[in-house]
């Protein structure tokens, strides 16, 4: 039925870049004969699943939305894909992106622009934009994507959905395609609160694979959720409003759904304060020096000798310019610029240093927060979906959507976005809900008792 759709659905809303409909079948079917011969149901039993394209899957195209990557196979699961798996999922194909999950709109995939199934002349936000527009359009029951500034819970919002960054560390990063390291975090994207947390479980955990992957104990989200009273479910819990969020450039209609948003928490029992977190602001030009920075050293490695494109020329010098100047996009060549421009020599201590100090800041912020609060929220984005094309030639306009994402990757925390209200036009709206290092079970229980 989900392959039907995705026929159906596919040629306005273009989130797939690959669809394994015959291995999906195969898996399918093998899974049904197992069951009927009694074997253990996994947590996803049959369950379709989509995987946004940075994600490494074993003799199936990774391409990160990028031509330097056509056609790649990668020999070996993510983590995440290896446990998704062998918890019963089924995957029914690889999502668009922006080309190595550098956007906010998915139009600077190499490939094709995925519109919002809510409406096809906008775009599903980005960079994991494919995922989250395939699980609105129920082209699949969940997907996974990586957030490294926001990129799953932008799209969330922007299509209507729910979706998860987890804290750095409790999913394993093996297997996703690096862009900035120290950021990057998979995560799910879901219809409900309920089902995150079902494919949160299934991924979360330590891996040795992963050296910043943390060893602590998983704990049982979705009995967590089960366990809410009925009446009065978030009795007890203290939660900050982001003040720093709510300035100029809110869009009207968001301010309006998240304040009612607000009133329904406290109508469910939550106390709520405002927050100050001064330097929160600061967080989008910390984040574009760093985030650049890693991903100029992460993608050294496309170089033509290893992984898909070569672009041949006389010598090996050539090779690499050939390569990298014809396999990499407009906006991935940006950021290696600016990379390599702020780690150089002389540029690195007025720069990155500095960044690194705002980061720090950032994260003290937070802390302070956390000593009042159990939870923070702010809209997801400071508006609902733009207009496809509307900011392709302005990338500080484009990076502005990132400043309510942004601060909680910095500081490693986990946040979720989850619907909130539509605009009078129809366009979904998303309430960002912050938690403190590994507090996943209190911002998936806000959300579920929420929603
Ligand atoms: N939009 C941000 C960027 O372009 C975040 C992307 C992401 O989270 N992968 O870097």
């Given amino acids: 039925r989900y392959l039907e759709r995705i026929q159906q659905r596919e040629p306005q809303v273009r989130g797939y870049l690959t669809v394994t409909a015959e291995q999906a079948l195969a898996h399918a079917h093998a899974r049904d004969n197992r069951r009927a011969q009694g074997e253990d149901m996994g947590l996803l039993m049959g369950i379709p699943i989509a995987l946004k ?129 120290s950021l990057d975090q998979i995560g799910p994207f879901a219809t409900t609160v309920a089902d995150a947390a079902i494919m949160l479980a299934a991924i979360a955990g330590y891996d040795p694979k992963d050296s910043t992957s943390i060893e602590t104990p998983v704990p049982d989200y979705l009995g967590a959720l089960a366990g809410l009273p009925a009446t009065q479910p978030l009795a007890g819990l203290t939660l900050g409003v982001i003040q720093e969020t709510l300035t100029e450039g809110l869009d009207p209609e968001v301010a309006q759904a998240f304040d009612r948003a607000v009133a329904q928490l406290e109508s469910l029992g939550a106390q709520v304060m405002p927050i100050s977190c001064p330097t929160f602001a600061t967080g989008l030009a910390a984040y574009y020096i760093l985030a650049p920075a890693e991903a100029s050293a992460n993608l050294a490695r496309y170089d033509g000798v290893r992984y898909a494109l070569r672009v041949p020329a006389a010598d090996l010098l050539g090779m ?45 912020d937070f802390d302070q927060a956390f000593t009042q609060v159990q939870a923070l929220l702010s809209p997801t984005a400071p508006a609902p979906a733009f207009p496809i094309g509307s900011k392709d030639n302005d990338p500080l306009s484009m990076y502005l959507t990132d400043l309510m994402t942004i601060p909680v990757n910095l500081a490693g925390l986990p946040a979720l976005s989850v619907p909130c209200g539509l605009t009078m036009g129809g366009l979904p709206i998303g309430l960002q809900v912050v938690g403190n290092v590994l507090q996943e079970t209190v911002i998936l229980q806000i959300a579920h008792a929420y929603e």
């Fill in 320 to 364: 690499y310019k050939e390569t990298r100047g014809q396999g990499f996009g407009r906006e991935v060549k940006r950021r290696i610029m600016l990379g390599t421009y702020t780690l150089s020599q002389g540029y690195y201590d007025a720069y990155y240093l500095q960044a690194q100090k705002v980061r720090t800041l950032i994260r003290r």
């Fill in 53 to 181: 394209d940075n994600l490494c899957t074993q003799g199936i195209p990774t391409t990160c939305a990028s031509r330097i990557l056509a056609g790649y196979q990668p020999p070996y699961d993510a983590t995440v894909v290896e446990r998704l798996t062998q918890a019963g999922a089924i995957v029914l194909g690889k999502t668009n992106l922006d080309e190595f999950a550098m956007g906010s709109s998915t139009e600077h995939s190499a490939y094709q622009i995925t519109t919002n199934p809510w409406d096809a002349t906008r775009v599903p936000g980005g960079s994991s934009g494919g995922s989250g527009a395939v699980v609105a359009a129920r082209e699949c029951v969940a997907a996974l994507g990586s957030d490294t500034g926001g990129s799953i819970r932008l799209p969330a919002s922007f299509c209507g959905v729910v979706g998860l960054k987890p804290t750095y560390g409790r999913v394993s990063r093996y297997g996703l395609v690096a862009y900035a390291s």
